[in-house]
């Protein structure tokens, strides 16, 4: 199982004195279980590309195929197929439009044509996800919540059509530091319990570090580089920055750290991974 883009271009009103290419001859395969992290400045084609993952864009040129079926075919497989791919825009809390959480939450199940005590039961364990008490918050109307807790409601209405895929473009922007270390424990809860494919789109470099086992970096409608964070971060720093990417400052931390003559490896990408490496230099010298 898997999202594959076969040179996948896409561009904006073609034809007209506004026409603009988005994204260019993209090609890549997207494995069931990945977090992939996709980088890159304003106006690269982040938004575009992952537009393209559920069918609400389809390719001016080249495929878009989820388990193998094709999301422009006008059949009802390819529009069961889109349904697996869920996504959470940035600022998703505008799209919420209910009288009460609840009714929200139960809207996409309900679109699934589900009984409605199989939808009850998709909303009680979307919100107990997300960390909104079912008792507490169902009935309330999602307009008098705070920032971050509207935000967990919009992802509790994709985490309740209980997707395969789950797209989450810029997801904290705009939140808080406690809010937003908040959604992102919840989206690796999500990714460890259920084993569903994430793909991030963020600037955030420390984010990406953190969470990902794959980077893509995007520039000029392109895919510019793919690997493992530590790859790419190690890679040609020129290249990162004419993509508009920084470098973390852990990886700036680390190099600090090894010029100093402190043996830290090379790879080690994320404050996680470094306080294990210091742990287990410290348990080294100790045992000596």
């Known amino acids: 199982m898997s999202i594959k883009l076969e040179a996948v271009s896409y561009t904006y009103m073609p034809g007209t004195p506004y026409e603009k290419r988005a994204i260019s001859d993209i090609s890549l395969e997207i494995e069931k279980g990945e977090f992939v992290a996709i980088i890159g400045h304003t106006g690269s084609g982040k938004s575009t590309l992952v537009q393209h993952l559920n069918g609400l864009l389809h390719p001016t040129s080249g ?18 197929i889109a349904r697996s791919v869920g996504m959470v825009f940035q600022y998703p809390e505008h799209q919420l439009f209910a009288e009460t959480i609840y009714e929200d ?9 589900l009984d409605e005590a199989e939808v009850r039961q998709r909303v009680e364990l979307a919100m107990e996800f997300v960390g909104l008490d079912y008792g507490k918050f169902a009935h309330r109307s999602p307009f008098h919540l705070s920032g971050g ?4 409601v919009a992802i509790a209405g994709v985490i309740a059509m209980q997707p395969d895929y789950l797209v989450l473009d810029e997801p904290s922007a705009g939140l ?3 809010a937003r270390n908040a959604i992102f424990a919840e989206i690796v809860q999500l990714y460890r319990t259920r084993g569903i494919t994430v793909i991030l789109v963020t600037h ?3 984010e990406a570090a953190r969470l990902a086992d794959r980077m893509l970096v995007m520039a000029k409608g392109e ?3 793919d690997g493992k964070p530590k790859e790419v971060f190690r890679a040609d720093r020129e290249l990162l920055h004419a993509a508009g990417v920084d470098v973390p400052r852990m990886v700036e931390l680390v190099d600090a750290l090894r010029l100093k003559g402190i043996d ?3 790879d ?9 490496e210091i742990l287990a230099r410290q348990r080294r010298e100790n045992a000596c």
């Open 105 to 113: 939450v139960a809207f996409g199940p309900r679109n699934l044509k």
């Open 176 to 178: 808080d530091p406690a």
């Open 149 to 152: 807790q509207m935000r967990r």
């Open 268 to 276: 080690t990408v994320s404050v996680d991974s470094l306080v294990r």
């Open 223 to 225: 895919v510019r580089m």
């Open 264 to 266: 830290i490896p090379e």
């Open 204 to 206: 955030n470099m420390e």
């Open 63 to 80: 495929r878009v195929l989820v388990d193998d079926i094709d999301l422009a075919a006008k059949t009802p497989e390819a529009k069961k």
